[in-house]
T-cell receptor, first 113, second 114 residues
Framework: GESVGLHLPTLSVQEGDNSIINCAYS??????FIWYKQESGKGPQFIID?????DKRQGQRVTVLLNKTVKHLSLQIAATQPGDSAVYFC????????????FGTGTRLTIIP | GAVVSQHPSRVICKSGTSVKIECRSL??????MFWYRQFPKQSLMLMAT?????????EQGVEKDKFLINHASLTLSTLTVTSAHPEDSSFYIC??????????FGPGTRLLVL
């Protein structure tokens, strides 16, 4: 079946540096993508989303890039802080709206003080 | 806006008993809510889609008679784990669809079945 996966299961970044988390998806029909942050023992927290008609979207300290040609999604976090340490999941959906999400395997980001 | 709560946050029960978990959208109405299960160090797996006023849609392999879902109002969905067994121990997370767009998640419920 279709799946969403990540290249790197763990990532360690020095505090203050930028981090990039990658995600490969296999469903070319996916129209909507979301990045979530999950801290230990908590539910996923929405970070940023992007629709397939865009290739870049920026938020506060975060940027999501979408490359539909190679079915690749990335999350860039600028000037990382200790509070950014968490597991990051990408998720995809066939449509923007009331559709179920398929989650990737997750990447654990550790910020080194 | 877009706050989702769950109750309880933790529950321990004996094998064979039933446990009810509530999911509420606090500041918005959600016609659709979702229930996920997450095992340690794993990703979220969708269990079912809960639609207000109609039957839930279960994912393949999820027993609808074991995981009862009721979405009686636009702000509340409940998941009841019936006759729970140790293998049902997991982290259960709900999400609600905000304005028909993005899913926002609750804080999760840790279930331990002894």
């Amino acid at each position: 079946g279709e799946s969403v996966g990540l290249h790197l299961p763990t990532l360690s970044v020095q505090e203050g540096d930028n981090s990039i988390i990658n995600c490969a998806y296999s469903n070319s029909a996916s129209d909507y993508f979301i990045w979530y942050k999950q801290e230990s023992g908590k539910g996923p927290q929405f970070i940023i989303d992007i629709r397939s008609n865009m290739d870049k979207r920026q938020g506060q300290r975060v940027t999501v890039l979408l490359n539909k040609t190679v079915k690749h999604l990335s999350l860039q976090i600028a000037a990382t802080q200790p509070g950014d340490s968490a597991v990051y999941f990408c998720a995809e959906s066939p449509n923007f709206g009331n559709e179920k999400l398929t989650f990737g395997t997750g990447t654990r980001l550790t910020i080194i003080p | 806006g877009a706050v989702v709560s769950q109750h309880p946050s933790r529950v321990i029960c004996k094998s064979g008993t039933s446990v009810k978990i509530e999911c509420r959208s606090l500041d918005f109405q959600a016609t659709t809510m979702f229930w996920y299960r997450q095992f340690p160090k794993q990703s979220l797996m969708l269990m079912a889609t809960s639609n207000e006023g109609s039957k839930a849609t279960y994912e393949q392999g999820v027993e609808k008679d074991k995981f009862l879902i009721n979405h009686a109002s636009l702000t509340l969905s409940t998941l009841t784990v019936t006759s729970a067994h140790p293998e049902d121990s997991s982290f259960y997370i709900c999400s609600a669809n905000y304005r028909g767009e993005t899913q926002y998640f609750g804080p999760g419920t840790r279930l331990l079945v002894l």
